[in-house]
């Protein structure tokens, strides 16, 4: 996840700032959020918040399809044109989405990738963990007893 924001330019030395940036391999990523300080902390709260509400969520996975504009957009998460609006525009000052004029029209796509490889990491720990919880329960049932065939009619 890259942190774009003037709180963290400020206070941050480019040197520890979290990013990913395999173009950049001289960028030293962060191993332990105790290396942030209070204002950087405050801004990835900030950024997970923003994650946080499933109608973002749900913009997030339309655009994961390509360029929208509000109005498609609207329409695949079935809201209305102004709540997807705020929605992305909540997003947009976060640096997850970016917007760009075709003519009278705006369109939305996914500004930063690393949102993909989040919402995979945490989409992948709440499988494990449903699977895990399913066979749990599957010790503490009674496996289903077979019906001789010849009591089926």
Do not use: W
């Not at 040197?15 to 105790?34: E, F, K, Y």
């Not at 360029?67 to 997003?91: P, T, Y």
């Not at 930063?112 to 709440?126: Q, R, T």
């Amino acid at each position: 996840m890259q942190i774009r924001n003037s709180v963290i330019d400020r206070f941050l030395p480019s040197s520890v700032r979290l990013r990913i940036d395999p173009l950049h391999p001289t960028c030293l990523p962060m191993n332990a959020l105790t290396d942030l300080p209070p204002a950087a902390l405050d801004h990835v709260a900030q950024y997970f918040r923003t994650l946080s509400e499933p109608t973002r969520l749900r913009i997030l996975n339309v655009l994961g399809t390509g360029e929208l504009s509000v109005g498609e957009i609207a329409q695949q998460v079935d809201s209305s044109d102004a709540n997807v609006s705020r929605h992305l525009a909540q997003m947009a000052r976060h640096g997850l989405v970016a917007r760009e004029h075709h003519g009278t029209s705006v369109y939305y796509r996914i500004a930063d990738p690393a949102v993909h490889d989040l919402c995979n990491l945490v989409c992948g720990s709440i499988a494990r963990r449903f699977d895990a919880a399913a066979v749990a329960r599957a010790a503490f049932t009674a496996p289903a007893r077979k019906v001789p065939a010849s009591r089926k009619k």
